[in-house]
């Protein structure tokens, strides 16, 4: 005797994460921000700490992100948030914990060489965010801006003077970024267009 339920069957239910890319983003702005301020003179060198520890709460968010988004398969975004958390925001958060901490002259030259991988990675892999134009295309166009000024200044090739050139790319990048992903959180909940995202 064979009896019957009254349940459904069972269907196999896969639960994908949901997109993690705006905290990411306001990671980003968090410490764009921060760099606009302590780059263009507004906070003095004693604010440097602070923005390290932005930094390193910024990388949490990131990290989590980039696994996010390679789990997801996004190769382009799951890598640049790796490498951007790895380096951007752990790295130079601690870094900035020596160097306002040390006891001797550091040389920070050395920066200036990691600064410029980061410039010349963000560079080759510009073209990968303009498969389709987006707002992260114009947030990458930024750092395409900023990261090689901080460079050339660490390596003693060009002057603090142009450090506000790459303040005011990174507050632009921040107020994209924000933009960005108050978009994709709004949009999402209305289920439409509320902020319009070209």
Sequence with gaps: MTTQSNEAPSATVQKDWANATPAGLVALAVVCAGFFALLSGRVDHSATPLLGCWLIGGFVAQFIVAIIDLKSRSLTG???????????????????FVKFNADTPLDARLDGYAWGVLA???????????????????????????????ALTDLKI????????????????????????????????????????P
């Design 78 to 96: 799951g890598n640049t948030f790796l490498y951007f958390t790895c380096f951007f925001m752990l790295a130079t958060g601690l870094e900035m």
């Design 120 to 150: 010349i990675v963000t560079w080759l892999w510009t073209p990968a965010f303009f498969t389709k134009f987006s707002l992260l295309s114009i947030v990458v166009l930024l750092l395409d801006i900023a990261l090689p000024i901080l």
């Design 158 to 197: 060009l002057g603090p003077e142009y450090s506000p050139i790459a303040a005011w790319a990174l507050l632009g990048d921040s107020l994209v970024a924000l933009y960005l992903a108050s978009g994709m959180i709004v949009n999402s909940a209305f289920g439409k267009k509320v902020y319009p995202m």
